[in-house]
């Protein structure tokens, strides 16, 4: 049998030619120095002419150094963390993009670039015109960032260059390593964690990272989280709280990914279980609202002590725009939904869900991603020094009372007719349980309601509510008032009585009792405990009787006097009696007397001439359109008859006092009657009333007389006949006022 002889065997690659292969083989299977073959690539043994031969070909990779590297090379842009991360500053600056709202902007640079290249181009100085619509721009700039709708902020927050967690990260911090995976197989690239430093200070940084192209934004997934996600930043809580590492949260997703994959991977179960474990980390914890928070998606990652929103970021349940496809069935109102939904960093801030804003520069946090990182960063640290002051038990209590506290309803609000379709109809209380206050607040309110529709001339409402209200109240007080006066059970026994009879007729007997029972109740009533309760009812029903007869009148005159006025407008524009006016009016001017009872007599009679040509036409206009007009009233007689009312009732008045003071028991009564009145101001008794109903019956006697001078008689008489000339006015002497005795 022959004999191989093994000559040496070399190895072929980037390793030392001098190893042997008997080092070789012996360290295949546990790696050579250190390194297995399977990572070195494809390796081949076979037979050669002059021996065996081994061929290993070392596959390149990119090298990382971690944690740090010990000689970073200080020239390199970005410094330490550009040999650290594989997120780098992009190559190419974004593109820019200019959202609708957005446009009257760019008309403004665009002149401002045409000027440039025109001073560029011809040599001259636009300085002074360049300056001038810098500061326009400037200005609008100012005005439309300052009175953002909550749609425009939404799409804001979208912007495609806006910037990402990792930049704002990269921004604040020292040092920063990301950590990866879930430990589960996955790691989820729309979630980043890791540790960074912040002037010294370790934290754990976790949050959504969305795409800067469309490249990075489908790797990311556009920023919408699988459960892997967050299972991964499950996991660095569990090691932050471990180590004692205060926890930083970015939120800017849409909402977790909705697929059919990640629900059966369990996607609400890992949302859940993060809720579940933020509330019991013993580390204080900030949430930075830097975009769009979008439902469970944004809240796995934002159970926090203090929740941070950027001035533009937005915050919301469900998208403007699947909240309009729900409740309006069009995407189209959008705004509408975006305003309802109070889903702004201000409108949060009024509802305690978000507590700070952080401020971003005019234009949006893109137009400078530097600044905002900073202001960012005040806004952690400002926030960590507040809550690492609390113990452990404190913090945890703080974070529990912060979401306990969320939430708030509002009564009495009215509700809109189209939510009232499927709404069970609100049972009306039982009578009685509704207090006095409550009724008078609505009385109260329906004499407003009138009263503003009397000053736009339309009355619509209805208060025929109200009344029945009113009248199953009062049923209810006279009840109980029968109840009281034990009347009840006698009106029962009728009711039956009648119930029996065969015909339907009252017999003379039967109405002769029910009249003993009326008569009876009627004289008792004042007695009843509740009869304050009934009196003050049937005020109120009176009230709003009245009220609702004004209405139905004022609604039934109202086409009536724009009728009217829209007549007299038309006479007033007759040639012939608009030149007699200017004239007039020319005359009363020359004399320099504006109160007609100043006029002499040739000018008081040319304007009652004037005047009565003016109702003549007026009369005949609205005779010619169907109105029938009974009588005229004329204003100035009117002012004079009132004004010799006035005189005659301060007469009256003078001669009434004169009468006191020259009749000493009269005045001894009337002395006694105010402090009758003073003395039971408060709670009369019945004694008190009677005693003062008989002192103003003996007071009215004794200055009754007064009526009977010549004088003033003579004077009543002869104005009650000029009041009675004027068709329904004041015929009654209801102008004169009834005399003052005390």
């Not at 952080?358 to 905002?372: C, K, N, R, V, Y």
Request: aromatic letters at 6%; charged letters at 30%; glycine letters at 6%.
């Amino acid at each position: 049998m022959a004999s191989v002889s093994q000559t040496p065997v070399t190895f072929s690659g980037s390793l030392s030619s001098a190893t042997s292969a008997s080092d070789l083989l012996r360290s295949s299977m546990n790696g050579v120095n250190g390194v297995p073959l399977k990572t070195l690539g494809k390796g081949h043994v076979g037979h050669g002419r002059k021996g065996l031969n081994i061929v290993a070909k070392v596959r390149k990779v990119k090298k990382h150094e971690y944690p740090w590297p010990q000689d970073p090379d200080l020239n390199v842009k970005g410094g330490v963390l550009s040999h650290l991360s594989p997120f780098k500053p992009l190559k190419e600056k974004p593109k820019p993009v200019t959202l609708e709202f957005e446009k009257p902007l760019m008309d403004l640079q665009k002149k401002i670039i045409d000027v440039q290249k025109m001073a560029n181009e011809t040599g001259l100085d636009f300085s002074d015109q360049i300056i001038s619509l810098e500061n326009k721009y400037q200005q609008a700039l100012k005005d439309l960032y300052t009175h953002l709708t909550p749609i425009q902020r939404v799409n804001i927050a979208r912007h495609p260059n806006r910037p990402t967690f990792l930049d704002h990260v990269f921004n604040i911090t020292d040092k920063f390593v990301e950590l990866h995976g879930d430990r589960a197989g996955y790691d989820d690239p729309a979630v980043v964690t890791g540790i960074g430093t912040i002037d010294g200070r370790r934290f754990m940084f976790m949050g959504h990272q969305k795409g800067r192209n469309t490249k990075e934004n489908i790797q990311r997934n556009f920023g919408m989280p699988t459960p892997h996600g967050y299972r991964k930043a499950l996991r660095m809580m569990y090691y932050a709280d471990h180590h004692g590492f205060p926890i930083v949260t970015f939120i800017d997703t849409p909402g977790a990914f909705a697929d059919l994959k990640s629900e059966e991977l369990g996607q609400g179960e890992a949302i859940a279980h993060n809720l579940r474990t933020m509330f019991g980390l013993k580390v204080p914890i900030v949430s930075i609202v830097m975009g769009e928070g979008g439902s469970g998606g944004a809240l796995a990652i934002g159970c926090a002590n203090k929740l941070l929103m950027l001035e533009n970021a937005v915050f919301y349940v469900a998208s403007p725009e699947a909240c309009a496809a729900i409740l309006w069935k069009t995407a189209k109102a959008s705004p509408k939904a975006a305003e309802k939904l109070k889903i702004t960093a201000n409108e949060l801030c009024k509802l305690q869900i978000a507590d700070g804003i952080i401020p971003e520069p005019l234009g949006g946090a893109h137009a400078d991603p530097q600044w905002t990182s900073m202001q960012i960063k005040n806004a952690i640290l400002d926030s960590m020094d507040e809550l690492e002051k609390m113990g452990t038990e404190e913090l945890l209590r703080h974070r529990m009372l912060k979401f306990r506290k969320i939430g708030g309803f509002q009564e009495g609000l009215p509700v809109d007719p189209e939510k009232k379709v499927n709404m069970k109809r609100k049972e009306e209380p039982r009578p009685g349980l509704i207090s006095d206050k409550a009724l008078q607040g609505e009385v109260n309110k329906l004499k407003e309601q009138i009263l503003k529709a009397k000053e736009t001339s339309s009355i619509n409402m209805d208060q025929n509510g109200l009344i029945e209200k009113l009248q199953r109240e009062i049923n209810y007080e006279f009840s109980e008032a029968a109840k009281a006066l034990g009347i009840e059970e006698k009106l029962s026994k009728m009711r039956e009585e009648f119930a029996k009879a065969e015909n339907e007729q009252l017999t003379p007997s039967q109405i002769k009792n029910l009249e003993n029972l009326k008569n009876e109740f009627n004289e008792n009533l004042a007695t009843a405990p509740n009869y304050g309760r009934l009196k003050y009812k049937l005020s109120l029903l009176k009230e709003i009787t009245e009220a609702k007869t004004f209405a139905e009148n004022y609604k039934k005159a109202l086409p009536l006097k724009a009728k009217v006025n829209e007549k007299f407008k038309e006479v007033l524009e007759k040639p012939t009696l608009k030149q007699n006016i200017e004239n007039i009016k020319a005359e009363i001017e020359k004399s320099g007397v504006s109160n007609i009872e100043e006029f002499d007599q040739e000018l008081k009679e040319k304007v009652l001439e004037v005047r009565e040509q003016v109702e003549s036409e007026f009369v005949n206009a609205l005779e010619s359109s169907g109105v029938h007009v009974t009588s005229k009233v004329d204003q100035t007689s009117m002012s004079m008859i009132k004004a010799r009312v006035d005189e005659l009732n301060a007469e009256i008045n003078q001669i009434i006092q004169d009468v006191i003071e020259s009749t000493p028991d009269l005045k001894n009564k009337i002395e006694i009657l105010k402090l009758e009145i003073v003395k039971d101001k408060n709670a009369p008794s019945k004694e008190s009333k009677e005693k003062i109903e008989s002192l103003q019956q003996q007071i009215k006697q004794g200055v009754a007389g007064v009526m009977s001078y010549a004088a003033v008689k003579e004077k009543y008489e002869q104005l009650q006949a000029e009041l009675a000339e004027l068709s329904g006015v004041g015929s009654d002497g209801s102008l004169i006022k009834e005399p003052i005795y005390a």
